[in-house]
């Protein structure tokens, strides 16, 4: 199983970004995959997961209305689309694997990707 995150970088507050989590190992079809982020001396948090079922997504509050998860089964991929970003949003974003086909909890991520950095400031 790999999770392979991208598309990190350093944007304005205000910009967009999108990033990418390409898989292998495992369907889509078969497990809800969601992104985390962790800030420096912060814990790590959820940001949204996406069912594999319905495409159901689940968002955090403080990015509902910002951030959307997508994803497109056909490559494979996991999107995280981010608009209006802010500079508490500074983070590396990780992308996770749920253990089964729905969002079930920060608990049940059992593989994980490397991350990436996103960084926004002036």
Known sequence: VQLQASGGGLVQP???????????????????????????????????????????TYMASYVKGRFTISRDKTVNTVFLEMNDLEPEDTAVYYC???????????????????????TVDW
Request: hydrophobic share 30%; proline share 3%; charged share 20%.
């Open 14 to 56: 205000g910009g967009s970004l999108t990033l990418s989590c390409v898989v292998s190992g495992f369907s889509l079809g078969d497990h809800a995959v969601g992104w985390l982020r962790q800030a420096p001396g912060k814990r790590r948090e959820g940001v949204g997961c996406i069912d594999s079922v319905d495409d159901t």
């Open 96 to 118: 996770a694997k749920q253990r089964g086909p729905t969002c079930s909890g920060y608990a049940l991520y059992v593989d994980w990707g490397q991350g990436t950095q996103v």
